[in-house]
């Protein structure tokens, strides 16, 4: 797509240099356009991209981000100018600050972080350790209390010696124990960064580079990303923020808004631009926002301008219905219209304020047969499928079932009705009944078996081919689905799992460590309390990534919906018990005093939920369509208040009419943005590929998970070791960094020993068959990019080597080898990065697999002719992967494949 001609503001943020950038960005305004011409522009005039970089709010606005810079710098510069952007960082602020800590603090790339469920299962785990029970009685009344009091203290950069017992204590000790597992919490990551940049060292060196530090989304980011931000805003650096104070919506994850409507006061020498021309949406849906826009207090002035032509019919409707369940009948009944009118399904959106939504719009959907987004960010529970697996882990232990909600009851499970549950959600053939009860019995009995190692995921593929998953068709949206969630409900399994059987190092014996529980009843008795008390209620993506190519609609919340648009969006159920929340701004009982927060901006109010209506709005291009019901059960309910200020000119009696819209061509392919490993994977079996990276089915839990990252990480170490003293280690050395370095997430005492000692056999030989590269090492974990047309292949190599073939700036690529696997994936991988080096200038002159398994290092062509055939080879992939070409590969690499239950052609 080639360049929109900018001009004015739009023009004048993309020239200005000289100082720190202000730039108010209306919704569909086109920022994204604006920040790529201008980082375009800096490249233009000699900067180096690794002097920039971006920050971005989801991985999803990065990969945005990333391709419109792309199409504008090949625009300018040429396609060659492509192979100079691997500097440049364009992600999150998360993923930015993970990578600093493992820049800076290598230890740190033993850790793992956790997201929200995850650290919910670890609390649980680790509640009697942390005495967690003191801050609110009852288990997870107290998680609950103590991550909302958590997340402000890490928002906040609170310190435990400013807090008051009992939450000091526990918080101390959940520090201490986070440490002792090697975890990171998102929250977690920024504090440390900071903590980090308070070294001068780490500081001036990361300034060293620095000069353009773009920030999205800036209303969104909470005083510890300020604190951050500030940090990296040296005296060389300038600062460019985009955002809309109209669109601040995190208030309750601790963003400040005074943030964007204070900057310029708070930094020096800004120069602020407006853009508030809508380019996204049609002038009615313009008009309705920008109008309630105005009655949101406190807000920077500006006005919202349409571009585009009127749709010829109504844009905006707002209409009513009795009951909920009618509503969500009438909105399907829509979407059925607007689809068979030429309307992709992908491009219709329902966006409600919370869960209590979701179950009647399912329900709708399901009868009128509209497939809803696999990877959805509703509750999963809220399908049938999961449901039914969750009351199965209760069952095995004899443990009540209850459903997600207030005042609901406990439900007994008997085998009978699970079966019939089963039966209902998977349309089972009589003939597979009787393997089901067989399958349900070994696994009741097992739960008692103390000498068996349980393996949740790996039950689950037992199940799931019992169940007949293999013969659903997946190319039918409905099935896939169903997929989804089934994808979803292996991820709760392995956020359990891989939290309960966590190691830690051994502190009565240094250099060991101790395992995690792993089998018997209480494992069993956990899960099922897990899944009643807490995972039932969640579950639903914060910032879901959707898959776009997937014909189906999304139906998600209005926080996750941030950032994405469609032609249709529906928001239903704006009744005043629903949106606004009846919840926004109760006064809590926090455990830290409100002296040291803004707690008001944490318990929300009236103008953070007039934001969210904003937003809800604005994701709307073509129709928009506003409903609520009037009637919960028998009860009249009263409508929202914004549901009042609406224009009733936009009113529409039922059945709503609903436009013609037809989904146009994309304007260009979307940059197809793959790791190596994706490449790879995709490569032995496109299919397999789907099934584990595009819908999310985990992988089983092995005690030797991480062994070849956790040698990685070793040889990393002894080559800084010998960078720094001018020497190899000699044997004691290696074993002291054995013991503080080989961490091994997943595995027991005697799994660790056993490789632990393959580790030291494998390290020792390196040492003594190649010390002489440990005097070479001229970078670890150097990054690489490979642009190829409308791709771009990402990876890590693992060390690079200088002085190659006696050349001062020859250098050569050296991939360590930890297991057995196919030989033409590590050539190729090497080729790959041999490429992208030349690219960017480097004078690769050589590439080796080092299997350190049998010490053994073989050389990889990396000539010009190898080089060009590897590409050859890169792009047949690359395509089969844009054409979404899923076809299975059936044969040896069948053997181990979890997901091999899903695939009728496996062998």
């Given at each position: 797509?080639?360049?929109?001609?900018?001009?004015?503001?739009?023009l004048?943020?993309?020239?200005?240099?000289?100082?720190?950038?202000?730039?108010?960005?209306?919704?569909?305004?086109?920022?994204?356009?604006?920040?790529?011409?201008r980082?375009?522009?800096?490249l233009?005039?000699?900067?180096?991209?690794?002097?920039?970089?971006?920050?971005?709010?989801?991985?999803?606005a990065?990969?945005?981000?990333?391709?419109?810079?792309?199409?504008?710098?090949?625009?300018?510069?040429?396609?060659?100018?492509?192979?100079?952007?691997?500097g440049?960082?364009?992600g999150?602020?998360?993923?930015?600050?993970?990578?600093?800590?493992?820049?800076?603090?290598?230890?740190?790339?033993t850790?793992?972080?956790?997201?929200?469920n995850?650290?919910?299962?670890?609390?649980?785990?680790?509640a009697t350790?942390?005495?967690?029970?003191?801050?609110d009685?009852?288990?997870?009344?107290?998680?609950?209390?103590?991550?909302?009091?958590?997340?402000?203290?890490?928002?906040?950069?609170?310190?435990?010696?400013?807090?008051?017992?009992?939450?000091?204590?526990?918080?101390?000790?959940?520090?201490?124990?986070?440490e002792?597992?090697?975890?990171?919490?998102?929250?977690q990551?920024?504090?440390?960064?900071v903590?980090?940049?308070?070294?001068?060292?780490?500081?001036?060196?990361?300034?060293a580079?620095?000069?353009?530090?773009?920030?999205?989304?800036?209303?969104?980011?909470?005083?510890?990303?300020?604190?951050l931000?500030?940090?990296?805003?040296?005296?060389?650096?300038?600062?460019v923020?985009?955002?809309?104070?109209?669109?601040?919506?995190?208030?309750?994850?601790?963003s400040?808004?005074?943030?964007?409507?204070?900057?310029?006061?708070r930094?020096?020498?800004?120069?602020?631009?407006?853009i508030?021309?809508?380019?996204?949406?049609r002038?009615?849906?313009?008009?309705?926002?920008?109008?309630?826009?105005?009655?949101?207090?406190?807000?920077?002035?500006?006005?919202?301008?349409?571009?585009?032509?009127?749709?010829?019919?109504a844009?905006?409707?707002?209409?009513?219905?009795e009951?909920?369940?009618?509503?969500?009948?009438?909105?399907?009944?829509?979407?059925?219209?607007?689809?068979?009118n030429?309307?992709?399904?992908?491009?219709?959106?329902?966006l409600?304020?919370?869960?209590?939504?979701?179950p009647?719009?399912?329900?709708?959907?399901?009868?009128?047969?509209?497939?809803?987004?696999?990877?959805?960010?509703?509750?999963?529970?809220?399908?049938?499928?999961?449901?039914?697996?969750?009351?199965?882990y209760?069952?095995?232990?004899?443990?009540?079932y209850?459903p997600?909600g207030?005042?609901?009851?406990?439900q007994?499970?008997?085998?009978?009705?699970?079966?019939a549950?089963?039966?209902?959600?998977f349309?089972?053939?009589?003939s597979?009944?009787?393997?089901?009860r067989?399958?349900?019995h070994?696994?009741?009995?097992?739960?008692?078996?103390?000498?068996?190692?349980?393996?949740?995921v790996?039950?689950?593929?037992?199940?799931?081919?019992?169940?007949?998953?293999?013969?659903?068709?997946?190319?039918?949206m409905?099935?896939?689905?169903?997929?989804?969630?089934?994808?979803?409900?292996?991820?709760?399994?392995?956020?359990?799992?891989?939290?309960?059987?966590r190691?830690?190092?051994?502190?009565?014996?240094?250099?060991?460590?101790?395992?995690?529980?792993?089998r018997?009843?209480?494992?069993?008795?956990?899960?099922?309390?897990?899944?009643?008390?807490?995972?039932?209620?969640?579950?639903?993506?914060?910032?879901?990534?959707?898959d776009?190519?997937?014909?189906?609609?999304?139906?998600t919340?209005?926080h996750?919906?941030?950032?994405?648009?469609?032609?249709?969006?529906?928001?239903?159920?704006?009744?005043?018990?629903?949106?606004?929340?009846?919840?926004?701004?109760?006064p809590?009982?926090?455990?830290?005093?409100?002296?040291?927060?803004?707690?008001?901006?944490?318990?929300?109010?009236?103008a953070?939920?007039?934001?969210?209506?904003?937003?809800?709005?604005?994701?709307?291009?073509?129709?928009?369509?506003?409903?609520?019901?009037?009637?919960?059960?028998?009860n009249?309910?009263?409508?929202?208040?914004?549901?009042?200020?609406?224009?009733?000119h936009?009113?529409?009696?039922?059945?709503?009419?609903?436009?013609?819209?037809?989904s146009?061509?994309?304007?260009?392919?979307?940059?197809?943005?793959?790791?190596?490993?994706?490449?790879a994977?995709?490569?032995?079996?496109?299919?397999?590929?789907?099934?584990?990276?595009?819908?999310?089915?985990q992988?089983?839990l092995?005690p030797?998970?991480?062994?070849?990252?956790?040698?990685?990480?070793?040889?990393?170490?002894?080559?800084?070791?010998?960078?720094?003293?001018?020497?190899?280690?000699?044997?004691?050395?290696?074993e002291?960094?054995?013991?503080?370095?080989?961490?091994?997430?997943?595995?027991?005492?005697p799994?660790?020993?056993?490789?632990?000692?393959?580790?030291?056999r494998?390290?020792?030989?390196?040492?003594?068959?190649?010390?002489?590269?440990l005097?070479?090492?001229?970078?670890t974990?150097?990054?690489?990019?490979?642009?190829?047309?409308?791709?771009?292949?990402?990876?890590?190599?693992?060390?690079?080597?200088?002085?190659?073939?006696?050349?001062?700036?020859?250098?050569?690529?050296?991939?360590?080898?930890?297991?057995?696997?196919?030989?033409?994936?590590?050539?190729?991988?090497?080729?790959?990065?041999?490429?992208?080096?030349?690219?960017?200038?480097?004078?690769?002159?050589?590439?080796?697999?080092?299997?350190?398994?049998?010490?053994?290092?073989e050389?990889?062509?990396?000539?010009?002719?190898?080089?060009?055939?590897?590409?050859?080879?890169?792009?047949?992939?690359?395509?089969?992967?844009?054409?979404?070409?899923?076809?299975?590969?059936?044969?040896?690499?069948?053997r181990?494949?979890?997901?091999?239950?899903?695939?009728?052609?496996?062998?």
């Amino acid at each position: 797509m080639a360049a929109p001609v900018l001009e004015g503001q739009s023009l004048a943020a993309v020239q200005h240099r000289g100082s720190h950038v202000q730039i108010i960005a209306s919704a569909g305004s086109g920022k994204t356009e604006v920040v790529a011409q201008r980082v375009a522009a800096l490249l233009a005039e000699g900067t180096p991209a690794s002097s920039i970089v971006a920050f971005t709010f989801t991985e999803r606005a990065a990969a945005s981000l990333k391709q419109r810079v792309s199409e504008r710098v090949a625009e300018r510069l040429g396609p060659q100018a492509l192979d100079q952007l691997g500097g440049l960082y364009v992600g999150t602020i998360h993923a930015y600050c993970f990578r600093l800590l493992q820049t800076y603090v290598p230890r740190y790339e033993t850790f793992d972080v956790l997201d929200e469920n995850q650290l919910t299962a670890f609390l649980v785990r680790e509640a009697t350790r942390l005495d967690i029970k003191t801050i609110d009685g009852t288990l997870f009344k107290s998680i609950r209390t103590f991550l909302d009091n958590l997340d402000v203290v890490e928002n906040e950069l609170l310190l435990p010696s400013q807090l008051d017992a009992p939450f000091r204590s526990v918080l101390e000790r959940y520090y201490a124990s986070l440490e002792k597992y090697r975890l990171l919490t998102y929250g977690q990551q920024i504090a440390r960064a900071v903590t980090e940049l308070d070294r001068p060292e780490v500081l001036q060196t990361v300034l060293a580079n620095l000069r353009h530090l773009i920030v999205d989304e800036y209303q969104d980011v909470n005083p510890a990303q300020e604190a951050l931000i500030q940090r990296l805003a040296g005296p060389d650096v300038n600062l460019v923020v985009v955002g809309d104070d109209d669109q601040a919506i995190y208030g309750w994850r601790g963003s400040d808004v005074g943030n964007i409507t204070s900057f310029a006061q708070r930094y020096p020498n800004v120069a602020t631009f407006s853009i508030t021309t809508n380019r996204r949406s049609r002038p009615t849906i313009v008009e309705s926002a920008d109008q309630f826009a105005q009655s949101i207090p406190g807000r920077l002035a500006k006005a919202m301008a349409p571009t585009r032509p009127t749709l010829g019919s109504a844009e905006v409707v707002k209409w009513h219905a009795e009951y909920e369940e009618e509503e969500a009948a009438e909105i399907a009944e829509a979407i059925f219209y607007l689809h068979k009118n030429g309307l992709a399904y992908r491009d219709i959106a329902i966006l409600v304020r919370g869960r209590a939504s979701y179950p009647a719009l399912l329900t709708a959907l399901e009868d009128a047969r509209i497939p809803v987004q696999p990877a959805g960010r509703t509750g999963l529970f809220a399908r049938p499928e999961a449901e039914v697996l969750g009351k199965t882990y209760c069952w095995l232990v004899d443990h009540d079932y209850r459903p997600a909600g207030f005042g609901v009851q406990s439900q007994v499970i008997t085998e009978d009705g699970l079966v019939a549950d089963y039966e209902a959600a998977f349309t089972l053939p009589s003939s597979a009944v009787g393997a089901l009860r067989r399958l349900l019995h070994e696994w009741k009995s097992a739960v008692h078996q103390q000498e068996r190692r349980v393996d949740l995921v790996r039950d689950f593929y037992q199940l799931v081919d019992v169940l007949g998953c293999k013969h659903w068709d997946h190319d039918d949206m409905h099935a896939v689905t169903r997929l989804g969630t089934l994808a979803r409900f292996t991820t709760l399994l392995a956020d359990y799992e891989s939290v309960r059987r966590r190691a830690r190092p051994d502190d009565a014996t240094p250099g060991e460590q101790v395992g995690g529980q792993d089998r018997g009843l209480w494992y069993y008795k956990n899960l099922a309390i897990h899944i009643t008390n807490y995972a039932n209620g969640a579950y639903e993506g914060f910032d879901g990534e959707p898959d776009i190519n997937t014909d189906a609609v999304d139906l998600t919340t209005v926080h996750s919906a941030k950032g994405l648009e469609w032609p249709a969006v529906f928001v239903p159920s704006l009744t005043k018990s629903r949106f606004p929340s009846s919840r926004t701004g109760r006064p809590q009982p926090w455990l830290i005093d409100r002296t040291l927060f803004d707690a008001d901006r944490y318990e929300g109010s009236d103008a953070d939920e007039r934001r969210l209506f904003y937003v809800a709005m604005t994701r709307a291009r073509d129709w928009l369509s506003l409903s609520r019901h009037e009637r919960v059960t028998k009860n009249r309910v009263r409508s929202s208040p914004y549901w009042d200020e609406i224009p009733n000119h936009l009113v529409m009696t039922l059945p709503i009419s609903v436009p013609t819209l037809t989904s146009s061509a994309a304007d260009g392919e979307a940059l197809l943005q793959v790791t190596f490993s994706e490449l790879a994977a995709y490569d032995v079996c496109g299919l397999a590929y789907r099934l584990r990276n595009v819908l999310g089915f985990q992988p089983t839990l092995a005690p030797e998970l991480g062994y070849g990252k956790a040698v990685h990480h070793v040889m990393r170490t002894i080559a800084e070791h010998t960078k720094k003293t001018g020497a190899a280690p000699d044997t004691a050395t290696v074993e002291q960094i054995l013991d503080d370095e080989l961490f091994l997430p997943a595995a027991n005492k005697p799994a660790h020993r056993l490789m632990k000692g393959a580790a030291r056999r494998l390290v020792n030989r390196y040492i003594a068959d190649h010390e002489s590269d440990l005097q070479r090492v001229w970078m670890t974990e150097r990054p690489f990019e490979l642009h190829l047309g409308d791709a771009v292949v990402s990876g890590r190599a693992d060390v690079i080597l200088d002085q190659e073939g006696g050349v001062t700036t020859g250098l050569a690529i050296v991939d360590y080898k930890t297991s057995t696997g196919e030989e033409g994936i590590y050539d190729l991988q090497l080729q790959v990065y041999a490429d992208a080096g030349r690219r960017e200038g480097l004078d690769v002159r050589g590439a080796y697999v080092h299997d350190l398994k049998r010490g053994a290092r073989e050389p990889v062509d990396v000539g010009s002719s190898a080089i060009t055939t590897a590409e050859t080879k890169v792009n047949e992939v690359l395509h089969g992967m844009r054409q979404r070409q899923y076809a299975p590969k059936p044969g040896t690499p069948c053997r181990s494949c979890d997901v091999k239950v899903l695939c009728k052609s496996a062998v």
